[in-house]
């Protein structure tokens, strides 16, 4: 089992090196780095043919000529993709993880990692892509397939790696916010750090039994963990609790019905992630 380290050429691969780098040394599992050509990102769409407005001895001439600098630029991605890992395996090894492997492949990386998730025990990634580096409003474009497809935890880097010392279970009780739970009791990454548990709904005496065994599952796995039950906006409430206790992480569950669940990616998710800076543990 790997920790599974998707990078790009954008400002994110150094901090999802980072990221895959502090997780391997605590689970004392090697990291596998894989980068992805995609074709589309890296370079711009062709002109369109008008050689055959030509004579037939030219336009053969030019179509020569295309194929030519189309396998050019074949090799050059494919040389820059190696130097790409190259250097995220350095930067990887200098965090002290012995073992790391390289992947280049071409694609869509939500595919990719659909075929070969199987072997990850996490699977981190940046935030956002080559293509909306520049753009803050912008998600990573194979971030909501490769999160909704992944039976995996799904560490999205911030921009900038902070080792976790305090990070924040955004809890609701529903399947996908058991399965966070689950996640964490089997990679028991943040034993060592303060956990909070937060829940926002109704008062109840089922919410804060269902708050409390999940506090008490943690708690058993070795987990330092403070619980509370909040009424209000999730998305406001949860923003702020991460900006108050000043957490590294964010932890949730993706997808299902609940509020919390459903605006983590959909309509809202922009906005919530815009809002929140740090990186985030995302489980479907």
């Known amino acids: 089992m790997t920790v599974l380290a998707c990078i790009d050429g954008s400002r994110y691969a150094a ?48 179509m020569a000529e295309l194929a030519e600098l189309d396998e050019q630029r074949n090799r050059l991605e494919h040389e820059s993709g190696r130097k790409l890992l190259d250097a995220a395996a350095a930067r990887i090894h200098g965090h002290g993880v012995e073992t790391v492997y390289q992947r280049l492949a071409h694609g869509e990386l939500a595919d990719h990692i659909a075929h070969h998730e199987p072997a990850a ?28 497809a992944s039976t995996r935890p799904v560490v999205i880097a911030a921009a900038e790696f902070r080792p976790v010392s305090r990070f924040l279970i955004a809890y609701d009780g529903g399947r996908s916010a058991e399965r966070a739970v689950d996640a964490l009791i089997r990679n028991p990454v943040l034993t060592s750090a303060e956990g909070h548990l937060v829940m926002v709904g109704k008062d109840t005496a089922d919410e804060r039994n269902r708050l409390a065994t999940a506090a008490s599952r943690l ?52 906005s919530l992630l815009r809002a929140v800076t740090t990186s985030m543990l995302v489980m479907h």
């Open 121 to 148: 025990r996490v699977i981190v990634v940046g935030r956002r892509g080559t293509e909306e580096d520049q753009a803050p409003e912008h998600l990573g474009r194979n971030l909501e397939r490769l999160v909704r």
């Open 219 to 270: 708690r058993d796995a070795g987990y330092s963990i403070s619980e509370s039950l909040m009424a209000g906006d999730p998305d406001r409430l949860i923003v702020q609790q991460v900006d108050k206790l000043a957490v590294e992480l964010l932890v949730m569950g993706a997808y299902g019905h609940s509020r919390i669940r459903t605006r983590m990616i959909g309509s809202t998710t922009t």
């Open 15 to 62: 901090s999802v090196c980072d990221h895959a780098a502090w997780i391997a040394t605590r689970l004392d599992t090697p990291v596998e780095v894989v980068h992805v050509l995609d074709r589309h990102l890296s370079v711009a769409q062709p002109a369109p043919d008008r050689s055959g407005q030509l004579g037939v001895g030219s336009r053969g001439a030019l």
